[in-house]
């Protein structure tokens, strides 16, 4: 069963930081860009950083301004986003998504993407 499950979401202050988790089965992640995106109630989903398969690239929204890190563990199956230096305005429900190709991450329709997780929720207090 082809499936991504994020974790690593909670309540976090102003300032710290949480580690997202996207662990992949059913598929590899090798041949894949990996995307976050975030939706906050009311909003359409909005890109936060994206990999390129074999990490050649990475493409990151204005707001992370050094912030936030991707990376991938081909071994694990599993995609992480280190987010460092929260901020109210990150509160949101985060999730990763993939696309096939060294193109995937110049797709900006989450829906577009092939295969989506149901979300982890971030919740950064002031």
């Known amino acids: 069963q082809v499936q991504l499950v994020e974790s690593g979401g909670g309540l976090v202050q102003a300032g710290g930081s949480l580690r997202l988790s996207c662990a992949a089965s059913g598929f590899s992640l090798d041949d894949y860009a990996i995307a976050w995106f975030r939706q906050v109630p009311g909003k359409e989903h909005e890109g936060v950083s994206c990999?390129?398969?074999?990490?050649?690239?990475?493409l990151n929204a204005d707001f992370v301004k050094g912030r936030f890190t991707i990376a991938r563990d081909n071994v694990k199956n599993t995609a992480y986003l280190q987010m460092n230096n929260l901020k109210p305005d990150d509160t949101a429900a985060y999730y990763c998504?993939?696309?096939?190709?060294?193109?995937?991450?110049?797709?900006?329709?989450?829906?577009?993407?092939?295969?989506r997780g149901q979300g982890t929720q971030v919740i950064v207090s002031s």
């Open positions: 990999i390129t398969p074999g990490n050649r690239r990475v």
């Open positions: 998504a993939t696309r096939k190709g060294p193109d995937g991450c110049y797709e900006h329709d989450f829906y577009e993407y092939t295969y």
